[in-house]
């Protein structure tokens, strides 16, 4: 078949001229990321040999060639290889999720070094020390292969061609040396050598230059840990995660008896772009005896720690092992609950021993570290303990024993209240009482913070109390006198019935400034969870809940007086009430249900004032 030339993509053509006019100091990153790729294409092809016998798998490699004198770097693999749309779809466009949005952030960033650290960048950081990259390829089982070549100009031609060994062999046309531009000789052996002992050590194949294996292939998590460098983990930990950036903090932990395993993990400092999308993926990777058997292993780990990245070795599984079967295996539900045991205590004794790093871990995962507060009551107590809120009592976040040590005499709940950011919590009438009897509240602004507090009764025996529900009854309270309940008692029954959207009207002493607020009973469901389920397509039947009117407050008492005086069927004093309603609606961020008629009824009002 005859050439044919094709168009990068958009976004790939944009990631192209970053790295043509090379943005990164570090060009040696090129070579580990060709090997990278043909570790995962040993990977597959080692995995489908499993399934299927035809295919050889006795002398996985991967070969590196140098020529000096053409100025050529080949690296050449003997795994799973690529058909002709695979070419096409996985070199000619970037498919990862992520990668467009951090090409968009980067344009408008200064610094774009530091961005692009956010993923990797892969196949196309060849093109930091190439003018030419050919490709030659066969997919295990097929019968041609397929010749691909670019100078990285927005275009790449494409063949189809015989006689192509199985896998895939990348040739580099080198760039002139440049050493000020960190440029090396990437022809020169002694660097190549160097390269991959700094940075591909521990694959699991052999990478050859002639006769000579340059890699150790030794797996880090079977070395003791005295003799693996700090060096050699970042490199394991980019080598799986993709993530340029450092980990926070390494994880290693060995079980030995009737079911062995190892296990080396990584707790991230910035979580992905798709942490939060329904099937995000999962970071651990499960390995038999040293092989590797898949990623995205969601058995592993909880899906509360699903950022977690790292890989567990078990030495009684079959290499054949399905996801099905791990599901029900118990050996590995075991496993899970170790490891998430052993993370959360990794994180408490950061919090202790390193409370900047505590701060980063908790800013970037702390959000998906409490859905665990949903559903997994063995790590409840675990993750409450390493968990830390907003918090009225200052800027910085809380701890729960933090806020327990600080509760006033007489206090026995943990007050909080949920909302949509800090600024509207603050702002709301709930807080007023709190605030002018300097009660620490929890200003819980997460999503998930309004659906843990639902399955979560206390901490270390102190109950949370929202001041949004129910009624309150602060230790220090007065309670409304059995004489001014008397005096509001008919003014209350008419607003009941008046105000269809209220399931109760009563007295409070909540407020000190506001006139009226709206709170929850004890089960209904709060307004922004109302808000999420009604933007998640749920049906909902109205959702009522309690005026609560202050009664030092003029309008009230003006109210109640009006009332006595003029009785219920004045029409001025039922638009009194609709107005007292909407302004607590309106005063805790709440949507009014016909705006129109509020702003109606408030301007024929406000007319008379001037
Ligand atoms: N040597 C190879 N053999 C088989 N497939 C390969 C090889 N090199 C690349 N590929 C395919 O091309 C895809 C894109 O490679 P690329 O290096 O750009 O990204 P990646 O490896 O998926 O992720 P990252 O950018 O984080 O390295 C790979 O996912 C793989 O499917």
Known sequence: ????????????????????????????????????????????????????????????????????????LTVRDNGIGMSRDDVVGLIGTIARSGTAETLRRLRENKEPAELIGQ???????????????????????????????????????IETVEDVPEGTSVTVHLRPADEEDALHDYADEWKIREIVKRY????????????????????????PRSEVKDEEYRE?????????????????????????????????????????????????????????????????????????????????????????????DRH?????????????????????????????????????????????????????????FASTAGEEPTTLSEYVARMKDGQDKIYFMTGESRAQIE???????FRAKEYEVLLLTDPVDEIWVEAVRDFEGKEFQSVARGAVDLPSGEEVSQERSGAYAALLTWLNETLDDVKDVRLTTRLTSSPACLVNDAEGLTPTLEKMYRAMGQELPPVKRVLELNPEHPLVSGLNTAFEQRGAQDAELTETAELLYGTALLAEGGDLSDPARFAKLLADRLARTV
């Not at 871990?361 to 009551?377: I, N, Q, S, T």
């Open 427 to 433: 702002n709301s009438p709930h807080m007023e009482a």
């Open 332 to 388: 590995i539900q075991m496993i899970r609950r170790r490891l998430a045991k052993k993370v959360l205590s990794t994180v408490k004794d950061l919090m202790r021993n390193d409370p900047e790093k505590y701060r980063t871990f908790w800013r970037e995962f702390g959000r998906v570290v409490k859905e665990g507060l949903l559903g997994a009551p063995e790590d409840h107590k675990a993750i409450l303990d390493i968990a830390s």
């Open 119 to 157: 993923f990797g960048v892969g196949f196309y950081s060849v093109f930091m020390v190439a003018d030419k990259v050919s490709l030659l390829t066969r997919k295990a089982g097929e019968e041609t292969g397929v010749r691909w070549e670019s100078d990285g100009d927005g275009t790449y031609t």
């Open 200 to 223: 591909s050590d521990f694959i699991s194949y052999p990478i050859r230059m002639g006769d000579e294996t340059l890699n150790s292939m030794k797996a880090l998590w079977a070395r």
């Open 236 to 328: 394991f930990y980019r080598h799986i995660s993709h993530d340029w950036s450092e980990p926070l903090d390494i994880i290693r932990m060995r079980a030995e008896g009737t079911f062995e395993y190892e296990a080396l993990l990584f707790l991230p400092a910035r979580a992905p772009h798709d942490l939060f999308q329904r099937d995000a993926r999962h970071g651990v990777q499960l390995y038999v005896k040293r092989v590797f058997i898949m990623d995205d292993s969601r058995e592993l780990l909880p899906d509360h720690l699903r950022f977690v990245k790292g890989v567990v070795d078990a030495a009684d599984l079959s290499l054949n092992i399905s996801r099905e079967i791990l599901q029900q």
């Open 1 to 72: 078949m005859s050439t044919e030339t094709l168009e990068f993509q958009a976004e790939a053509r944009q990631l192209l001229q970053l790295m043509v006019h090379s943005i990164y100091s570090n060009k040696d990153i090129f070579l580990r990321e060709l090997i990278s790729n043909a570790s995962d294409a040993l990977d597959k092809r080692r995995l489908a040999g499993l399934k299927d016998d035809r295919l050889r798998t006795d002398d996985l490699h991967v070969d590196i060639a140098a020529d000096k004198d053409a100025r050529t």
